[in-house]
């Protein structure tokens, strides 16, 4: 199953990966969906909008004809932001959602009660919408990671904040970041930048632990089961499958 966001009608859309077929569409915002997240186990799936909320089901883990994918009672609502969502992460295990917004913070919700727990500011001392976050994650042990791109001057920062709010560890990148993955031991996680530089990096301190370099632009990036293999999807329109030693 695909899911598909950033439709004109505002939908949500799963497509079947067996013959292509357009299984259900989801219609829970007044705006364009403009990010999706599952969670680790596949229970929860979370939307964000361009209308700046976010809505959560849960999904059916068999479907049919008669079944959609998703439970449409279970429908909850999620607000706090003052600007269009641009990444959202949940984590079932800890019952949490992160989102991020253009108005510059980060939102997190209790993943079944939908209460609002607390705003996380990457940036202090910034005015509001002078940097986006662009990417969000949560990881294994409940730690939160940001990815934020500041305007004027120019700045690409990751902020990793614990699940109080706390801010742990910064460090500002020399380049900016396409696309982050997070190795499921939640020690490490994988960055491709614009250098066409793939990093491993600390989950712990943000530092460098090994990189190399690739032949084309990489704007996506995923792992295989059993992380033997990363799969990179390329400007040019092909995948690049490495193995991991």
């Given at each position: 199953m695909?899911v598909t966001?950033g439709?004109?009608?505002?939908?949500?859309?799963?497509?079947s990966t067996?013959?292509?077929?357009l299984?259900?569409?989801?219609?829970s915002?007044?705006?364009?969906?403009?990010?999706?997240a599952?969670?680790?186990d596949?229970?929860?799936?979370?939307f964000?909008s361009?209308?700046?909320?976010l809505?959560s089901?849960?999904?059916e883990?068999?479907?049919?004809?008669?079944?959609?994918?998703?439970?449409?009672?279970?429908?909850?609502t999620y607000s706090?932001h003052?600007?269009?969502v641009t990444?959202?992460?949940?984590?079932?295990?800890?019952g949490?959602i992160?989102?991020?917004?253009?108005?510059?913070?980060?939102?997190?919700?209790?993943?079944?009660?939908?209460?609002y727990?607390r705003g996380?500011?990457?940036?202090t001392?910034e005015?509001?919408?002078?940097?986006?976050?662009?990417?969000?994650?949560i990881?294994?042990?409940?730690?939160?990671?940001?990815?934020?791109e500041?305007?004027?001057?120019e700045?690409?920062?990751?902020?990793?904040?614990?699940?109080?709010g706390?801010?742990l560890?910064q460090?500002?990148?020399?380049?900016?970041?396409?696309c982050?993955l997070?190795a499921?031991?939640?020690?490490?996680?994988?960055?491709?930048?614009?250098?066409?530089?793939?990093?491993?990096?600390?989950l712990?301190?943000?530092?460098?632990?090994?990189q190399?370099?690739?032949?084309?632009?990489v704007?996506?990036?995923?792992k295989?089961?059993?992380?033997?293999?990363l799969?990179?999807?390329?400007y040019d329109?092909n995948?690049?499958?490495?193995?991991v030693n």
């Open positions: 695909v966001v439709a004109w009608d505002q939908s949500a859309n799963f497509i067996l013959d292509s077929k299984v259900h569409s989801v219609y915002h007044h705006d364009v969906v403009t990010c999706v599952t969670s680790e596949n229970q929860w799936i979370v964000g361009r209308d700046s909320t809505t089901f849960e999904l883990q068999t479907w049919s004809d008669s079944v959609p994918p998703i439970r449409t009672r279970s429908l909850q706090g003052d600007d269009e990444a959202v992460a949940v984590n079932s295990d800890h949490i992160a989102s991020a917004s253009k108005d510059g913070t980060c939102a997190i919700h209790s993943l079944r009660s939908g209460e727990v996380l500011f990457p940036l001392g005015v509001p919408h002078a940097f986006s976050i662009k990417m969000v994650d990881t294994v042990d409940g730690r939160i990671l940001l990815y934020v500041r305007y004027a001057p700045e690409y920062v990751l902020v990793l904040f614990s699940i109080n706390k801010i560890s460090r500002t990148l020399p380049q900016k970041l396409n982050v997070q499921t031991n939640g020690k490490q996680i994988i960055c491709v930048d614009s250098a066409l530089t793939i990093s491993f990096v600390s712990d301190t943000l530092e460098t632990l090994s190399f370099g690739t032949t084309d632009t704007f996506s990036i995923a295989t089961k059993n992380e033997q293999n799969v990179l999807g390329r329109g995948l690049l499958v490495l193995s």
